[in-house]
């Protein structure tokens, strides 16, 4: 029997196509949750050919007959809010904005600028590590006492009726048997305890995340991690397989790597099983969804990393790893150790059965899952929704 909720994390740095499969699995769930971050995500959805982007609001917010949950982990900026409610289309689902959450003011966006002139994470520039900061330091406000913030009251007024006690709401949802769809932004390696620290964002983005960011604990959860067929990663930090060569480039053309919240190019590099390994293995994913394997089309060979060889400055020779370091630095020295599968020549776009991929498509999807030990069972041959092959959960896994 299928579990009655579920949560999608990301498991690489972020942009691993997260939106769509929220958007697909939305479908069959009464509620969507995002439980951490703010504007700096940009999940993107494509129906009917129309590209939607939401930064703030749950990707499941286009099913009219649903509920949408902004958790009390979300530091959300007001004025964004009404903007991303405004943009909707007529029909959309029913929007809760956690009175617990923090209120993202502009003096958090200029403070994030003016750190990134010194102390540069390559943010996105939306506030985010400030406003977390004032949070911890309890020098934040949320929203139950944002009437007290001296600001400006037509916002407030606008911002009143979607504001309520989501845990409650949550709360009350589980007890009805209600399906929630848990919605995680960002990723495993941008998680500010888990990930490439100090180059992440400044929430827990991984499992943790969900429950300290909505206050309830969903007991029948399925988590579903998203890793793309090969890596992106924007903003500065340590990306051991990157491309800086004409394949780099040619994925972030073909895969269209542009930031959707910032625009800035996407580093782009080969898959690299030792961070979905981990990432995997932090959240408990239960299963892989694998995205974008279509822009790795027509090129003749495919590299996967497996392992890292670290140098070690305490001993006479240096090491391999199959593990990520917790020091950055450490992470930046290390040298990849790549093994190479044939790639395919034909258009996967239009396949709809896992089987009638070419066999080298699926000899490359059975490697990585072997290499992680998490069935894939989504596997995304381009951007639209009905673009996401289903793959049966009945592989054996080859250790
Ligand atoms: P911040 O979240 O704006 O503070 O940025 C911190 C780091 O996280 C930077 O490297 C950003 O590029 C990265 N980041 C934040 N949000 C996203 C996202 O949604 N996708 C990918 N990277 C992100």
């Known amino acids: 029997m299928s579990a009655k909720n579920t949560a999608v ?6 942009d691993e196509g997260k939106g769509k499969l929220i958007d697909i699995l939305a479908e069959s769930h009464d509620v969507s ?10 999940h993107t959805v494509c129906v009917n050919n129309e590209k939607h982007v939401f930064h703030l609001l749950p990707s499941g917010v286009l099913y009219q007959d649903k509920q949408c949950v902004l958790g009390n982990g979300m530091v959300v900026n007001p004025v964004a809010f009404l903007e991303e409610i405004a943009n909707l289309p007529k029909n959309h689902a ?4 956690s009175d617990r959450a923090n209120v993202l003011l502009p003096k958090h966006i200029d403070a994030d600028k003016k750190k990134e002139q010194t102390k540069k994470i390559g943010t996105t520039q939306k506030g985010i590590g400030p406003c977390y900061t004032d949070k911890i330091s309890r020098d934040g406000v949320r929203f139950c006492d944002y009437w007290s913030e001296d600001f400006e009251w037509d916002v407030f007024e606008k911002i009143k009726p979607y504001v309520c ?3 409650a709401l949550l709360q009350d949802a589980l007890d009805k048997n209600k399906k929630i769809l848990f919605e995680g932004a960002q990723a495993t390696l941008l998680d500010v305890d888990h990930g490439t620290y100090p180059f992440v964002t400044s929430s827990s983005t991984s499992i943790g995340g969900l429950y300290t960011g909505t ?16 890596t992106t990663r924007v903003g500065e930090g340590p990306f051991p397989t990157e491309l800086n060569d004409a394949i780099g480039k040619s994925m972030r053309e073909i895969g269209q790597e542009f930031g959707a919240t910032t625009g800035r190019p996407r580093r782009c590099g080969w898959f690299d099983a030792v961070v979905v390994k981990y990432a995997c293995e932090v959240n408990g994913a239960d299963e892989i969804a694998l995205t974008k394997l279509d822009v790795l089309t027509e090129l003749k060979e495919i590299a996967i990393c497996t392992k890292y060889y670290r140098p070690n400055p305490f001993i006479a020779d240096s090491e391999i790893i199959n593990h990520i370091p917790s020091s950055a630095a450490a992470l930046e ?17 239009k396949i709809k059965k896992f089987s009638d991929l070419p066999r080298t498509a699926k000899e490359y999807v059975s490697v990585v899952e072997s290499l992680i030990g998490v069935p894939i069972t989504y596997v995304g041959v381009g951007t639209g929704r009905e673009q996401m092959v289903r793959k049966a959960n009945n592989h054996k896994i080859k250790k």
Do not use: H, M
């Open 9 to 14: 994390i990301g498991l690489q740095f972020g």
């Open 333 to 349: 020295e290390c040298v990849p150790q790549y093994i190479y599968l044939q790639g395919w020549n034909t258009d996967i776009s």
């Open 94 to 97: 029913k929007i809760f904005l």
């Open 165 to 167: 006690d989501t845990r």
């Open 215 to 230: 206050g309830v604990r969903p007991k029948d959860l399925k988590v579903i991690g998203v890793a793309k067929a090969y």
């Open 33 to 42: 949750v995002r439980y951490q971050g703010g504007n700096n995500a940009g």
